[in-house]
């Protein structure tokens, strides 16, 4: 699954939102980051293949050698997952878009890339490189195995229920035959034709070379989405209530976020067309209040913050933004410790990345703002602050604009 996101402004300053996850490496310039939500999904696939899968396949194995090979095949799953995304990414670059980082999480992975592909063709090639890749593991995996084993017709004694099949196999080849079957259910699983996953994405950019609009196209795929969400979701509560117990929660989690997913992608695009040329300075509010560091902080509680509905206040020196002040920044001070302090104890200094210059393209503004909340962000031009902006300002212009 790869996402388009934009995270940059045109200032250069960018401000991350708030993650969850760590770096762990770059490769071919970007970094991969894993979210904490991978320790639960690689748990229970350990646990699955160390207390399920591998002692059915060898009852014979020790408890040690049963673990040992659980664990490396989930390791090597995360690997192929990592490979699944670095092929979106890897075409994204060739094809001169952007991909900041891939993120591992619960469902998979992310390809974050810096905007949309300008045609069908090149949103094909992106979509179809990830199932493209699982295939090829699958193959990889699958014909590895045969020739450690020396059996080409391993799969069809396996399938055929041949007992001895599965006990001639060794742990380096059990690990190979189910990470070649895991990769194929993934291609598959990928290539439903439902947005934004992989096969939703690659209907997209047929129907977009056929009607020419991209966000008709988008509706379609992004619909195909929904609809095979609620599926999952059908089927976990048939699952539940024929006894299926954990099984069941599991696909309704599934099919609830690639649901909320697809209907997240395709408000995203509408969107980012709606505010395509309009700027920051189009939309930012220019009527504020600032105050200056010298401000008693008793006199800016009573004076700025009890008195006005704005919610933070630019703290200038002349023409210069030198902080930021918010009711954040005093409501942790008791009130003997407030009497003695000014606006300058508390204020926060402001870097590049806390605010965006007056040109900043709206649709990258919108994304900017995600990571700030409900807090504005200062607004500069030439140096001097000109306004404020929160994700709230952009929400109501575009619901004034029938958008």
């Not at 950019?205 to 509706?219: L, P």
């Not at 795929?221 to 059908?234: H, I, P, V």
Request: proline letters at 4%; aromatic letters at 10%; charged letters at 15%.
């Amino acid at each position: 699954m790869n996402r388009d996101s934009q995270h940059k402004n045109s200032s250069g300053a960018r401000r991350e939102p708030v993650s969850h996850s760590m770096p762990l490496f770059t490769i071919f310039g970007i970094e991969v980051r894993l979210d904490i939500s991978v320790l639960i999904i690689f748990f229970l696939i350990v646990f699955s293949l160390g207390n399920g899968i591998f002692p059915q396949w060898h009852p014979e194995w020790s408890q040690e050698l049963i673990w040992g090979t659980a664990l490396v095949s989930g390791i090597l799953f995360f690997a192929s997952l990592l490979a699944h995304e670095l092929s979106h990414s890897v075409v994204s670059q060739r094809y001169g878009i952007p991909v900041p980082r891939i993120t591992l999480f619960l469902f998979g992975g992310m390809a974050e890339t810096s905007r949309e592909p300008d045609t069908p063709k090149i949103e094909f090639w992106v979509a179809i490189a990830g199932p493209l890749m699982s295939f090829l593991i699958s193959i990889v995996c699958s014909n590895l195995a045969f020739w450690i084993t020396g059996d080409p017709n391993l799969v069809t004694r396996i399938t055929s229920g041949d007992s001895e099949a599965l006990a001639q196999v060794g742990p380096v080849a059990t690990s190979l035959l189910w990470l070649g079957s895991i990769n194929l259910i993934l291609a598959v699983f990928n290539m439903i034709p439902g947005f934004p996953m992989d096969g939703g994405r690659v209907f997209r950019a047929i129907a977009w070379g056929i009607t020419g609009d991209q966000i008709k196209a988008t509706r379609w795929a992004s619909n195909g989405g929904r609809y095979f969400g609620w599926t999952l979701m059908a089927l976990g509560v048939l699952t539940l209530l024929g006894g299926g117990g954990l099984g069941g929660l599991w696909w309704i989690l599934i099919g609830w976020f690639i649901s909320s997913l697809a209907t997240m992608s395709y408000r995203q695009l509408v969107t980012d067309r709606a505010l395509r040329g309009f700027k920051v300075s189009d939309l930012m509010r220019t009527r504020f209040e600032s105050v200056t560091a010298n401000v008693g902080l008793p006199e800016f509680i009573d004076q700025y913050l009890l008195r006005s509905t704005q919610q933070l206040w630019p703290v200038i020196d002349g023409d210069n933004l030198i902080g930021i002040v918010s009711l954040s920044d005093v409501i942790d001070l008791s009130e003997a410790e407030r009497q003695n302090k000014r606006v300058s104890d508390v204020m926060r200094p402001v870097s590049s990345q806390d605010y965006l210059e007056a040109d900043t393209h709206a649709d990258e503004a919108f994304q900017h703002l995600a990571g700030a909340g409900d807090e504005p962000v200062p607004v500069m031009a030439h140096g001097r602050i000109v306004g404020l902006i929160q994700r709230g300002d952009i929400l109501r212009w575009m619901s004034l604009h029938d958008i």
